[in-house]
């Protein structure tokens, strides 16, 4: 029976993988900017975002004009905070459906600097996606505000800021943890063993990462409104361009950094051993 990944060495020789890493991705790969496949993936990442931004920034207004008590309605109206959580996850859960074999389906700068920091991007593709993640999420919201600019104004337009009675701290920490949440689930769900011993992680990739982002709404949305996406923050930031919510928009974005780092880190130097790994296939060399 084939043994699982970890190099163990036995009488000088190494036990054969039944499943193979793909090769880690060059630093600088210049080669990609010849390739229309780069061009179609950084279209697909500034469409998704901006589809992404579009559904839950109306959603956002819409429960909050749904319980305006001023204009006739109550707390029990619209969708909740359950709702909104689920519009995050849903649209998440069904951009990486659709993205995932053009871009990889990332719709997020934090999974990106991850994915980077694991190899598993180059340096230019990284940042040309979160470049056109962000252009995404500003068109996103964008159209959100063109389509109901009146109730956009009103209601906030779903930006992020610290809400009242948290320090900046409290938010840091949450968005540092609900980041590593979902960069964590994204490596596990696209981990080439986990895909090599069942076939069906790659096709229920999509579910898990869309349910880690509906499960950091539900308890981040009181503290933050929830960002772990600095595109959506950003974006929100700039169409609805208030002194407070630039203010905290630093949150937003090194919480997501720092979290995404240490997921990368603990999942694949840790959990995959890489390190560990590296040093087996060093002295096998030697």
């Known amino acids: 029976m084939a043994k699982d990944v970890e190099v163990q060495e036995q009488g000088g020789e190494y036990s054969a993988k039944d499943y193979h890493d793909p090769p880690p991705a060059p630093l600088f790969d210049p080669e990609e900017l010849t390739q229309w496949s ?15 931004l579009y559904v839950t920034v109306l959603t956002i207004i819409g429960y909050k004009r749904q319980t305006d008590t001023t ?14 959580a689920w519009a995050f996850g849903g649209m998440i859960f069904i951009l990486v459906y659709c993205t995932a074999g053009i871009s990889g389906g990332h719709i997020n700068p934090a999974v990106t600097f991850g994915l980077f920091l694991g190899r598993k991007v180059s340096l ?57 949440v979902l960069v964590y689930t994204v490596f596990s769900a696209t981990d080439p ?3 090599a011993r069942d076939s069906h992680v790659p096709v229920l990739a999509p579910l898990p990462i869309g349910f880690a982002v509906f499960m950091v709404h539900l308890a981040t949305i009181p503290i933050t ?31 997501p950094i720092v979290g995404a780092a ?23 060399n030697a």
């Open 124 to 180: 230019i593709r990284a940042l040309l996606y979160m470049v056109a993640q962000c252009a995404g999420a500003i068109c996103g919201t964008g159209l959100a505000k063109g389509f109901q600019k009146a109730y956009y104004n009103r209601y906030g337009g779903g930006a992020n800021s610290v809400a009242d009675g948290y320090n900046n701290g409290t938010a840091l920490g949450a968005e540092i943890i609900g980041t590593f």
């Open 193 to 195: 063993k986990r895909n």
């Open 262 to 284: 240490v997921a990368a880190f603990y999942h694949q130097y840790i959990l995959r051993a890489a390190a560990i790994k590296a040093l087996g296939s060093f002295r096998s």
């Open 225 to 255: 409104g929830t960002g772990i996406n600095p595109a959506r923050s950003f974006g929100a930031a700039v169409i609805y361009n208030e002194d407070k919510i630039w203010d905290d928009q630093w949150i937003f974005w090194v919480g």
């Open 38 to 52: 780069f061009y179609r993936a950084l279209i697909a990442e500034f469409i998704a975002t901006l589809l992404f």
């Open 71 to 84: 204009v006739g309605g109550t707390e029990c109206d619209g969708v909740g905070i359950l709702g909104i």
